[in-house]
């Protein structure tokens, strides 16, 4: 049963022509990796991957058959014999053409998601008090669910937003939302903490597309030059997500007839919502997926099997599709510079938020006294400290707009300049302002100062990713995202012990001197970033892609 974005697209199919190229003509990018002689045969590219998947189990029981097959087979057609079909220029089938009220209608149900996966990483942490009494568990193994959801964030994507990019970014949405909203639900019906710690980890795998495949999402329908309003909501969500979820969780925390369960059944709720609105508002808006179901149709009705979409040449078996499809973020993180070393520094900023997640109520709790609904008040820093980013973020564009033709990609980078100087600074003062004879406001300044400085380091990732590399901007971003909540779930694993041998002082002056030592990174890719890229073979793609 195909969807309704696959019977619009397919109706569509005769309705207006396609430009036609050869080889040499293709401006699509794909893989680098894959090589002429890995194209698919002409019988391949139609052949369903269950039957692929048979096909290659039944190979192993029969080797000399696999050989045979492959000898006979495994001929890729010639670049005269293929055809490569692409979406003429201003065609509305193109996701880059849909009309804005669509492209609206798109990235605030995406943005949405984020802002609920980002809630639900921190909402958690406001239940740990009845959570500790109604499961018999100790504080260690409370946290414990907070690290495992970042866990759960960090490894799917490395699968997820590479699958997205090959069969679409719909049907990922509409199936990990499902099963995001039912781990709520496991949460609040658990009886003992290792059925929270398993939830976790899953509604963490699950929940990760909302923050891995939305920047590419955005990629998809917003030209360069649009993309600021959206990104800077899609960071709202993210980061200011993280902060208001515990403002209403803590006061949920207080109320004896709601307590940590409820925290979970509200998150349910409000998740089962956002299905909705993907299921009624939200399209495919991956254009080679688009072309690919395109493709098949022209070969179904003309009987002309030269015609295909350049992105099914990375499909020439199972075994490469999946090669491609889960490799390709590590490859993206270990070799290209630009993406290992954002997430590196994106990595580090996460695992700080992710102390203050954890630290904020210890802190204000012993030094000054604060109950838990005060406390999760003080987390409305991390909205105050996004809304800044959005103010700072407008100067961004005057500056990207005014540059871009110069600077290319790297124009991205004026914001993260500005919060690579603000984040250590940040971090100096909240660690030696940390005394209960220091009046607390100053410790909220330090918060939104570093959310701020937060914000404009995670919101320029995206944009400078999604910019760099384009049709492969997920990968991109789930490499980043794989450094981002690895660290975040590592950091609340050792943060009180560190705090506890070190001081509040000490312990965050270090965090401070790491950030110092990181401030060069923006200043460098914006120096060098279009000689960095240009010896990429992903990104270098892209920039050839772009001028053509």
């Given at each position: 049963m195909i969807s309704r974005d696959e019977e619009a697209t397919l109706a569509d199919a005769s309705e207006s022509q396609f430009a036609v190229h050869h080889l040499e003509e293709v401006t699509e990018p794909i893989d680098p990796r894959i090589s002429p002689v890995d194209r698919p045969s002409q019988r391949q590219l139609d052949e369903p991957l269950v039957r692929q998947l048979s096909d290659y189990?039944?190979?192993?029981?029969?080797?000399?058959?696999?050989?045979?097959?492959?000898?006979?087979?495994?001929?890729?057609?010639?670049?005269?014999?293929?055809?490569?079909?692409?979406?003429?220029?201003?065609?509305?089938?193109?996701?880059?053409?849909?009309?804005?009220?669509?492209?609206?209608?798109?990235?605030?149900?995406?943005?949405?998601?984020?802002?609920?996966?980002?809630?639900?990483?921190?909402?958690?942490?406001?239940?740990?008090?009845?959570?500790?009494?109604?499961?018999?568990?100790?504080?260690?193994?409370?946290?414990?669910?907070?690290?495992?959801?970042?866990?759960?964030?960090?490894?799917?994507?490395?699968?997820?937003?590479?699958?997205?990019?090959?069969?679409?970014?719909?049907?990922?949405?509409?199936?990990?939302?499902?099963?995001?909203?039912?781990?709520?639900m496991t949460v609040a019906l658990s009886k003992n903490i290792q059925t929270v710690h398993i939830a976790r980890f899953l509604a963490g795998a699950f929940g990760s597309t909302g923050s891995t495949m939305v920047g590419g999402t955005i990629a998809d329908i917003w030209l360069p030059y649009e993309r600021g309003l959206p990104m800077a909501i899609f960071s709202v969500a993210a980061i200011g997500g993280t902060g208001l979820g515990p403002v209403a969780a803590g006061w949920v925390e207080m109320n004896p007839h709601l307590r940590w369960r409820w925290i979970q059944w509200i998150h349910l709720i409000l998740t089962g919502t956002l299905t909705v609105a993907i299921l009624v508002f939200m399209r495919e808006t991956r254009s080679a997926v688009l072309l690919t179901r395109l493709a098949k149709k022209m070969r179904k009705d003309s009987g002309d099997l030269r015609y295909r979409a350049r992105v099914e040449d990375e499909r020439a078996s199972l075994k490469t599709l999946i090669?491609?499809?889960?490799?390709?973020?590590?490859y993206l993180l270990f070799t290209e510079p630009v993406v290992a070393?954002?997430?590196?520094?994106?990595?580090?900023?996460?695992?700080?938020?992710?102390?203050l997640i954890e630290s904020i109520t210890p802190v204000f709790k012993t030094l000054h006294n604060f109950n838990t609904g005060q406390t999760g008040t003080v987390f409305v820093t991390f909205f105050i400290g996004s809304l800044m980013g959005i103010g700072s973020d407008r100067f961004q564009e005057i500056l990207y707009r005014k540059n871009v033709g110069t600077r290319g990609p790297e124009a991205r980078l004026y914001h993260a300049m500005l919060g690579g100087i603000v984040f250590p600074a940040a971090m100096f003062i909240y660690a030696w302002c940390t005394f209960p004879d220091v009046h607390w406001i100053s410790l909220v300044i330090a918060i939104t100062l570093f959310i701020w400085a937060c914000f404009g380091i995670y919101l320029t990732v995206f944009t400078y990713l999604a910019d760099c590399y384009g049709p492969f901007a997920s990968s991109a971003l789930a490499g980043q995202s794989l450094c981002r909540n690895l660290a975040g779930m590592a950091f609340p694993l050792f943060t009180q012990q560190m705090y506890d041998k070190l001081s509040y002082k000490w312990a965050n002056t270090l965090f401070a001197l790491i950030a110092t030592i990181m401030i060069p990174i923006p200043f460098v890719l914006f120096k060098w970033g279009p000689k960095i890229r240009e010896r990429s073979k992903f990104a270098s793609q892209v920039m050839h892609a772009q001028k053509s």
């Amino acid at each position: 049963m195909i969807s309704r974005d696959e019977e619009a697209t397919l109706a569509d199919a005769s309705e207006s022509q396609f430009a036609v190229h050869h080889l040499e003509e293709v401006t699509e990018p794909i893989d680098p990796r894959i090589s002429p002689v890995d194209r698919p045969s002409q019988r391949q590219l139609d052949e369903p991957l269950v039957r692929q998947l048979s096909d290659y189990v039944h190979a192993h029981h029969n080797p000399h058959k696999e050989q045979t097959s492959t000898s006979t087979e495994k001929q890729p057609p010639s670049e005269d014999e293929v055809l490569y079909i692409e979406f003429e220029k201003g065609d509305p089938r193109d996701p880059i053409n849909f009309t804005r009220r669509r492209k609206w209608a798109i990235t605030l149900p995406a943005t949405f998601f984020t802002f609920l996966s980002a809630a639900a990483a921190s909402t958690y942490a406001m239940g740990w008090d009845s959570m500790i009494v109604d499961l018999n568990c100790t504080r260690f193994q409370a946290t414990v669910g907070l690290s495992l959801f970042a866990l759960g964030f960090s490894v799917i994507p490395l699968v997820s937003a590479s699958f997205s990019e090959e069969f679409g970014r719909h049907p990922l949405y509409v199936i990990t939302s499902i099963v995001f909203g039912l781990m709520h639900m496991t949460v609040a019906l658990s009886k003992n903490i290792q059925t929270v710690h398993i939830a976790r980890f899953l509604a963490g795998a699950f929940g990760s597309t909302g923050s891995t495949m939305v920047g590419g999402t955005i990629a998809d329908i917003w030209l360069p030059y649009e993309r600021g309003l959206p990104m800077a909501i899609f960071s709202v969500a993210a980061i200011g997500g993280t902060g208001l979820g515990p403002v209403a969780a803590g006061w949920v925390e207080m109320n004896p007839h709601l307590r940590w369960r409820w925290i979970q059944w509200i998150h349910l709720i409000l998740t089962g919502t956002l299905t909705v609105a993907i299921l009624v508002f939200m399209r495919e808006t991956r254009s080679a997926v688009l072309l690919t179901r395109l493709a098949k149709k022209m070969r179904k009705d003309s009987g002309d099997l030269r015609y295909r979409a350049r992105v099914e040449d990375e499909r020439a078996s199972l075994k490469t599709l999946i090669y491609i499809s889960c490799t390709r973020p590590l490859y993206l993180l270990f070799t290209e510079p630009v993406v290992a070393s954002f997430s590196i520094w994106v990595g580090f900023a996460w695992g700080i938020l992710y102390v203050l997640i954890e630290s904020i109520t210890p802190v204000f709790k012993t030094l000054h006294n604060f109950n838990t609904g005060q406390t999760g008040t003080v987390f409305v820093t991390f909205f105050i400290g996004s809304l800044m980013g959005i103010g700072s973020d407008r100067f961004q564009e005057i500056l990207y707009r005014k540059n871009v033709g110069t600077r290319g990609p790297e124009a991205r980078l004026y914001h993260a300049m500005l919060g690579g100087i603000v984040f250590p600074a940040a971090m100096f003062i909240y660690a030696w302002c940390t005394f209960p004879d220091v009046h607390w406001i100053s410790l909220v300044i330090a918060i939104t100062l570093f959310i701020w400085a937060c914000f404009g380091i995670y919101l320029t990732v995206f944009t400078y990713l999604a910019d760099c590399y384009g049709p492969f901007a997920s990968s991109a971003l789930a490499g980043q995202s794989l450094c981002r909540n690895l660290a975040g779930m590592a950091f609340p694993l050792f943060t009180q012990q560190m705090y506890d041998k070190l001081s509040y002082k000490w312990a965050n002056t270090l965090f401070a001197l790491i950030a110092t030592i990181m401030i060069p990174i923006p200043f460098v890719l914006f120096k060098w970033g279009p000689k960095i890229r240009e010896r990429s073979k992903f990104a270098s793609q892209v920039m050839h892609a772009q001028k053509s």
